[in-house]
């Protein structure tokens, strides 16, 4: 089961570190994504890293602002920058396959989310 942590309240231009882990596990062996929700809108995707941590992609959205990254045990979404718009629920989400990259439906793990806001 993942867990995803780290959310908070923050103001615009700052930053925060969102944590994913598995329970009993470590995530060196699963490719990871993190997606975000905002209220009335759909989820989508934010960033994601390859099994092992060898390659990550990134929504242009938050391109240049937020870094995906692994100790092997954990995966971690630095949020720099933020703006009002970051606001929205986070969820990460896992794959034993090399990568899931930006499709939903390529991970068979999902965690419960954590809230990011963002005031302005």
């Known amino acids: 089961q993942l867990q995803a942590s780290g959310g908070g309240l923050m103001q615009a231009g700052g930053s925060l570190r969102l944590s994913c882990e598995a329970s009993?596990?470590?995530?060196?062996?699963?490719?990871v994504g993190w997606f975000r929700q905002a209220s009335g809108k759909e989820r989508e995707f934010v960033a994601s890293?390859?099994?092992?941590?060898?390659s990550t992609e990134y929504a242009d959205s938050v391109k240049g602002r937020f870094t995906i990254f692994t100790d092997s045990a954990k995966v971690y979404l630095q949020m720099n920058s933020l703006k009002p718009e970051d606001t929205a629920i986070y969820f990460c989400?896992?794959?034993?396959?090399?990568?899931?990259?930006?499709?939903?439906?390529?991970?068979?793990?999902w965690g419960q989310g954590t809230l990011v806001t963002v005031s302005s």
């Open positions: 989400a896992a794959t034993l396959a090399y990568t899931g990259a930006w499709l939903e439906r390529a991970y068979n793990y």
């Open positions: 009993g596990r470590t995530l060196r062996d699963y490719a």
């Open positions: 890293i390859t099994r092992g941590g060898g």
